[in-house]
């Protein structure tokens, strides 16, 4: 596609100077910050003036802290029910949505995103109300479809092992249209001749989805895949604003950046922070290495 | 076939119908007394206004909604210039460190912002920002994804077409101003309504970076009311439907070119 003879020229000083803003602004505040996390973390401090080494004791500490597994634990539970229930959602809506014969698609697709559009913040406060024990929206649909009456004044947010699911099913509701997105831009590109020319060859409907739809949108289920995991456990604000500020009875919506929140800057203690930033960043690209390798070798096949 | 068909429309109508009923009862429940939220589920028997004039009166609500304005237009206005001159150089011009800048870039498109907060806090505070829009908006005034958005889609402008403007005396910031910048107007919205989505909702950063009550923004102030004022439901539902409301009205006028947007990394990338 490029042209033989390439017009593209230096432009002399102009490039050099489109990029230096970027440059500056990003060595002073993105990579200078990065390094510096780097040396905080083996400091404890209390406020800026204030550092002293402490070793490896941040990390020391951060690991044998109860509140720090619990925290683990939680963000990893809520990392794996929204990923295992919601990419399946998100494709299948999706998948009915691009169905040819369906009027009025760019509707339900607005609709379906819409929840998205409201924030974590806003979700948080709007669902800690639909969340009330005694008459809530969500209890009110609870004792409905349960047929119990009794089920009206359930204490979703006020009871540790109902913290949890709570917190899932507001992030369904949050994001289950948001990456149906996604996989409807790639049913998009999907090849119609080849899905006639499996049809004609007897293929099924689930056949077809095997052999022609699902590799022609697995980049994109990869790309889904590590976005919404990554975006899973750097959980904060939703299950802070939804338990109102805090992290919950018993700990139950404590995630690893509410740990860093309250330990780090409630305290004052950047050093510390920066432990758990780094504990965070190491967490996150090891996994999202392992998906891509595992999903990888699935693509291929 | 036709069972399946009705099947599928049945799944996408009750889809709809949980997407939207939280926002109705949302909007419904802001129009009853604060005694009265809980009283009725789809109906509002007594409409009244107080939980609005409740909103504007116990709290500086309308100053937070001006700063979240501000600060989101401002954010808005910066990044997609800065990001798009910074694009267009990565995508038009062959220089000396170019691999260099995209190698960096890539590499800390990996590294979660929240490593950052706590070294970025400390630097700002000896920059004496902290508190500061200037501490907010500084930092933040390019955005290393929306340099890889620009590039993409300036990387597919015609040579041609910037040779012919240099050959009529344009100059190269005016090649970037009068020839690349009204082409990419499809990008500059999308990119335009997410920097905007994300400086409104952002909620970490500006809690840890402002202290003074007055420059809030909308959801740490949200947040604090959350605190002060638990059982007054209608006005914090009033609250979190202004809140949220701008957003909507940007979306619904944007829709298109966000859409096209969001998927444009995902899907050619």
Redesign the interface.
């Known amino acids: 596609m490029t ?1 033989r003879r ?7 000083a ?3 100077i ?2 230096a ?3 500056l ?2 060595l ?7 390094v ?2 780097f040396r ?1 973390a083996f400091y404890a ?1 209390s406020g ?1 003036q204030d550092w002293s080494p402490v070793g490896l004791r941040n990390f020391a500490f951060l690991l044998q802290d109860p509140d720090f597994h619990k925290a683990v634990t939680n963000t990893v539970t809520y990392t794996i029910a929204t990923v295992l229930l919601q990419l399946p959602l998100s494709l299948g ?1 999706a998948l ?2 691009s ?1 040819k ?2 009027k009025g698609q760019n509707l ?5 995103f ?2 998205h ?6 979700v948080g ?6 969340f ?1 024990p ?4 969500v209890n ?1 649909a609870y004792a409905a479809i349960t047929m119990n009456p009794a089920n009206i004044t359930t204490k979703w947010l006020g009871d540790p092992a109902t913290v949890m699911p709570a917190l899932v099913l507001t992030s369904l ?1 949050m994001y289950v ?1 948001f990456n149906m ?2 996989f409807l ?2 049913l998009q ?1 999907v090849d119609q001749e080849l899905h006639e020319a499996a049809l004609v060859d007897g293929a099924g409907t689930l056949a077809r989805f095997r052999a022609v739809t699902l590799p022609a949108i697995w980049p ?1 289920c990869q ?2 895949l590590v976005t919404s995991t ?1 975006g899973s456990l ?1 959980l ?2 939703l299950p ?2 939804l338990l ?2 805090t992290s919950g009875p018993d700990n139950a919506g404590l995630t690893i ?1 509410m740990y ?2 309250q330990n ?2 409630a305290s004052g203690d ?2 510390y ?2 432990a758990v ?2 504990t ?2 190491v967490g ?2 090891v996994i ?1 290495l392992a998906q891509l390798r595992m999903s990888g070798g699935v693509g291929k096949e | 076939m036709k069972i399946l068909r009705i099947a599928a429309i049945g799944i996408l109508l009750l889809g709809s119908i949980l997407a939207l009923v939280p926002m109705i009862w949302l909007i419904l429940a802001t129009f009853r007394a604060n005694d009265r939220v809980f009283s009725e589920v789809f109906t509002v028997t007594k409409p009244t206004l107080a939980n609005y004039t409740d909103l504007f009166t116990t709290v500086p609500f309308f100053q937070f909604l001006a700063n979240s304005t501000f600060l989101a237009c401002t954010a808005v206005c910066l990044q997609v210039f800065f990001s798009s001159l910074a694009g267009f150089a990565l995508a038009k011009y062959d220089f000396q460190g170019k691999k260099l800048v995209m190698g960096i870039m890539l590499a800390t498109v990996l590294i979660p912002g929240q490593l950052t907060l706590a070294p970025s806090y400390d630097l700002l505070y000896r920059m004496h920002l902290v508190d500061t829009y200037q501490g907010l908006l500084i930092p933040g005034a390019v955005s290393v994804f929306g340099i890889f958005l620009f590039r993409q889609s300036m990387v597919r402008i015609p040579d041609e077409l910037l040779q012919a403007g240099r050959i009529d005396g344009c100059s190269e910031f005016g090649l970037y101003w009068n020839v690349v910048l009204p082409v990419s107007r499809p990008m500059i919205g999308a990119f335009s309504l997410m920097t905007f989505m994300a400086t409104w909702n952002s909620f970490l950063w500006p809690q840890i970076m402002l202290h003074s009550k007055l420059k809030y923004t909308l959801p740490i102030a949200l947040a604090q009311m959350v605190g002060l004022y638990q059982q007054q439901y209608g006005m914090l539902m009033a609250g979190t439907l202004v809140a949220v409301l701008p957003v909507i009205v940007l979306f619904l006028l944007l829709q298109k070119e966000f859409v096209a947007g969001l998927t444009a990394g995902a899907v050619k990338g």
């Open positions: 042209p390439s017009y593209r020229v230096g432009g002399g102009a490039p050099y489109f990029v803003p970027f440059v602004l990003f002073v505040f993105s990579v200078y910050p990065i510096q996390s905080l401090t800026p809506l009915l949505l169905q014969w369906l339900f697709r607005l609709i379906f819409s929840p559009l409201l924030g974590q913040v806003f406060v709007l669902f800690a109300v639909l009330q005694k008459y809530g929206l009110h509701w249209g997105i996604y831009a790639a590109g994109v790309f889904v990554m750097q904060f604000e802070y604003l109102g500020n950046v860093l929140y780090g800057f950047l050093g922070a920066s930033g780094w965070l960043a996150m690209l999202s």
